[in-house]
């Protein structure tokens, strides 16, 4: 039954993504709702949050806010809050009331003199769709058009906790492609100042990390005509072929690499998680090893550009078991939380790969090093 | 940026929150939730009904954090989700999603469950959903007995705040049963009951009692439904409130108010009402000299450290500033959110005794300036105490133990020496206890 989830918890909501992305940017960031919809961010999907400072706050709705319809008491909260820019999400609650939350940011802006980011999350739909909503707003009204550019420069787009990712992994990233002369300008949002990611149009090309910013990243060709690239350097090889899309688009004539693939006892193979992760995972084995089935399926979105005919999205448990059972992987890669749905034997052919939106503080301190050069050494013992 | 870290000084606490339903946070401020503040939260609350299955209706987001809590605590098998889509939310739709999910879960259990806890979140209750007619329809459809529970903290300063209910909820599967009640006692508002070698279990026995029941100890569902003949209730936690009154009136079950006290004075007169409930004559006094020995001697070991006490701690968190103050140990923090009826009598002996004390809430905003300040104690107890006081010892006196009576306070000395011997990593301790707002 669609909807009905018996052994995978619920994952990460719309507006943890809105707060992930906002995170370290320095605004005030206001979860429009009861303080459990706060709870769920600042306690399971935000490991950066223990000892920080940032300012990640519920509006405190209460029954008699709701019922009366008073909208009034989030501008007068907020009047002691002075933030770069304040970001409100809203929660399920807000959403049902049909809270007006366009004119309640009008009125904070108004009133305080800061901008204000209204994002209609309702807490139905998973964290990278507020996530992309986040990323958007940030490419559409956010930066500092100017002249300069960097040569051989590109923003990391896309990089948030929720995303899998720490900022170990964007510094093996970072490394993979200085080593092969390209220049980092900005990172959304980890690693860089709001400062920063305001000034991200001196870079020449932007580099898409998630699925959480390919909308950001086509606003910015539209709006400003800077091109992007997918995906993730993961190992030696895919690492170049990503450098070597960049520096193509940039106008550099690559020359056309040769590499002898290994042989694998692995003939079928599933990934399942962020699309732009396995597909980049898919890429990097496919580029070193004899495996020409890679499955791709992910329970969150999936951009149908992106996927290959046998790729799935799974839109319940029921079709995940489905997926499992249709057939016999030698080899799956994904979140530990999803071996709960397979047998011991099909649990020895699995490669851990957390997912925070997905197991939380479960596993977000198992780290596992899939980024860079050295991101295909927790697979190749399996392969 | 805010310049002025929220506070109020104990001597006039009282007086400030008195007019704001004895909330200790700032009401013209936006919440903050930190990583340190919560409890056991609706979803492990609600697993405690033996031989009980659980299922949420709920947006997904609302449902993580207690999800992930009960993973961690291995009470995710009773656990199921049914996710409200925007379409369910406009058309109701999920109202009639509810039987078939049932169906399914009912279905894919090796053994039938006893009873079903049907949880449903503020989203329906501003909807105006009919849950509890759906429980009925459920009863009778599947012959299983549920209840609702209802994870709505927008009413969380209303008079049925959704932490005193899920108690609630927990206790409505008893049974009424006819007059004839046995000489047995309930310990309510607690998760667990209390720890073997506490004193309360050998001198409720050797009163007559004859056995002390928690939910939490009561494997099967008939095992648990005894406690609807118990002839007594004992009221240990200010969140099993509104259950001990509701079993009162439906079940006849009379209650003592005994919230947990480390003051030897605030035992003892925990006993005395238990005496009183009882109508019977407790052998409680003779334990006095030994635990007074005890404690001083670890007093003593310890010294005047400087301690912040905390309202995750399983206390009420200025009665046990008192006790420690009155032990001479300098308090010069307590963090709380609201003064607990339990709590107004010490606050007045603490104004008079310790006005040096501030306290501070730990859902203002100004907390982040607090842990930007870095203020350090000796001592912390209480995760919230531990979080914001970062880098001194912490004694979580965590939820998860029920320390109680004289045992209880001796135990809580010597956790605040064992600190200083196997110092912990706060962080992962916190993580782990699976705290939920």
Redesign the interface.
């Known amino acids: 039954?669609k909807?009905?989830?018996?052994v995978l918890?619920?994952?990460?909501?719309?507006?943890?993504g809105v707060s992930s992305v906002f995170f370290e940017l320095g605004g005030v960031m206001?979860i429009n709702g009861?303080?459990?919809?706060?709870?769920?961010?600042?306690?399971?999907?935000e490991p950066r949050?223990?000892?920080?400072?940032?300012?990640?706050?519920?509006?405190?709705?209460?029954?008699l806010n709701?019922?009366t319809g008073d909208e009034s008491f989030i501008v007068?909260?907020?009047?002691?809050?002075?933030?770069k820019f304040i970001a409100l999400a809203s929660?399920?609650?807000p959403?049902?009331?049909g809270m007006d939350q366009r004119a309640i940011a009008q009125k904070i802006s108004t009133e305080l003199g800061v901008p204000v980011y209204h994002f209609d999350t309702?807490?139905?739909y998973?964290y990278e769709k507020g996530a992309s909503e986040a990323f958007a707003r940030i490419a559409e009204n956010m930066l500092i058009d100017m002249d300069e550019k960097i040569d051989n420069s590109v923003n990391l787009l896309g990089a948030i906790p929720l995303d899998y990712w720490n900022e170990v992994q964007i510094e093996n990233i970072k490394e993979a492609l200085i080593k092969r002369g390209i220049h980092i300008n900005a990172c959304w949002a980890m690693g860089s100042s709001l400062e920063e990611i305001r000034h991200s149009l001196k870079a020449q090309m932007n580099l898409v990390l998630s699925i959480s910013a390919l909308k950001a990243a086509k606003i910015m060709k539209e709006m400003y005509n800077i091109s992007y690239v997918i995906g993730v350097p993961i190992g030696r090889g895919y690492s170049d072929v990503v450098a070597d899309k960049i520096k193509q688009n940039l106008g550099s004539d690559m020359e056309k690499k040769e590499v002898i693939k290994k042989a694998s006892n692995v003939k079928k193979m599933l990934i399942i998680g962020e699309q732009i992760l396995a597909n980049s995972i898919r890429k990097a084995v496919k580029l070193e090893y004899d495996i020409e089935d890679i499955k791709v399926a992910s329970f969150f979105h999936m951009d149908k550009d992106l996927m290959e005919s046998t790729d799935k999205f799974i839109d319940s448990e029921d079709s995940f078991e489905e997926l499992l059972r249709k057939s016999d992987y030698d080899l799956i890669v994904g979140d530990p939380l999803f071996k709960i749905f397979l047998s011991p034997t099909e649990k020895k052919n699995y490669v851990e790969l957390p997912h925070l939106a997905v197991?939380?503080?479960?596993y977000w301190d198992n780290y596992v090093c899939y980024t860079g050069e050295a991101g295909m050494e927790f697979l190749r013992s399996s392969l | 940026?805010?310049q002025k870290i929220f506070s109020i000084p104990i001597t006039y606490l009282k007086k400030e929150v008195k007019n704001r339903g004895n909330k200790i946070y700032p009401e013209?401020?936006?919440?903050?939730?930190?990583?340190s503040?919560?409890g056991w939260g609706v979803v492990r609350v609600a697993c405690l009904v033996p031989e009980s299955v659980v299922l949420f209706v709920?947006?997904?987001?609302?449902?993580?954090?207690g999800?992930?809590a009960s993973?961690?605590h291995n009470y995710?098998k009773q656990?199921?989700?049914?996710?409200?889509?925007?379409v369910d939310?406009v058309t109701g739709e999920h109202m009639n999603?509810i039987d078939?999910?049932v169906e399914?879960?009912l279905s894919?259990l090796e053994k039938k469950p006893k009873a079903l806890v049907l949880c449903c979140?503020?989203?329906d209750?501003?909807?105006g959903s009919d849950y509890e007619g759906k429980a009925r329809l459920l009863e009778e459809k599947f012959d299983i007995d549920v209840r609702i529970g209802r994870?709505?903290?927008?009413?969380?300063?209303?008079k049925r705040p959704p932490e005193l209910m899920i108690q609630k909820t927990i206790y409505d599967y008893l049974e009424a049963v006819s007059n004839e009640k046995k000489d047995t006692i309930n310990i309510v508002g607690s998760f667990k009951g209390f720890t073997p070698k506490c004193e309360i279990n050998t001198i409720l026995r050797q009163a007559g009692i004859e056995e002390i029941l928690h939910i939490r100890n009561l494997k099967t569902y008939e095992e648990y439904q005894k406690m609807s003949r118990s002839k007594y209730n004992l009221l240990i936690k200010p969140s099993g409130k509104i259950a001990t009154k509701e079993m009162k009136r439906r079940l006849k079950i009379p209650f003592a108010d005994v919230p947990v006290a480390y003051r030897i004075d605030g035992i003892e007169e925990n006993y005395r009402k238990i005496e009183q409930l009882l109508g019977r004559t407790l052998e409680y006094k003779k334990y006095r000299r030994a635990t007074e020995e005890v404690i001083q001697d670890k007093v003593k070991a310890l010294g005047r450290l400087s301690v912040a006490v905390g309202s995750t701690a399983n206390a009420c968190p200025f009665e046990l500033a008192r006790e420690l103050v009155e032990r001479d140990f300098y308090v010069p923090y307590v963090f709380a959110d609201q003064l607990l009826p339990c709590d107004e009598v010490h606050v007045d002996w603490l104004k008079e005794n310790a006005p040096y004390i501030t306290v501070y809430s730990t859902?203002s905003?100004t907390m982040?300036?607090f842990?930007?300040e870095k203020k350090k104690v000796d001592l912390a107890i209480g995760f919230d105490a531990g979080y914001f006081c970062?880098g001194s010892k912490t004694v979580p006196l965590s939820l998860d133990e029920q320390l109680y009576g004289y045992e209880g306070a001796k135990i809580l000395y010597s956790r605040m020496i064992e600190v200083f011997e196997k110092p912990q990593d706060l962080?992962k301790e916190m993580?782990q206890s699976g705290?939920?707002?």
Do not use: W
């Open positions: 039954m909807g009905l989830y018996s918890p619920p994952f990460a909501p719309d507006y943890s206001v009861a303080d459990g919809c706060t709870g769920n961010v600042t306690g399971y999907d949050f223990y000892s920080s400072t940032a300012c990640v706050y519920s509006s405190g709705l209460r029954e709701a019922v007068e909260r907020l009047k002691n809050e002075k933030g929660t399920p609650t959403a049902v009331i309702t807490g139905t998973t197991s939380s503080r479960l | 940026m805010r013209d401020a936006l919440h903050y939730c930190s990583p503040v919560g709920i947006p997904q987001g609302c449902g993580r954090h999800a992930i993973m961690m995710d656990l199921f989700y049914l996710y409200m889509s925007q939310i999603k078939k999910a399914l879960i894919k979140t503020c989203t209750d501003l909807l994870m709505n903290p927008i009413r969380k300063e209303s859902m905003p982040t300036l842990l930007q970062s962080k993580y705290m939920v707002i």
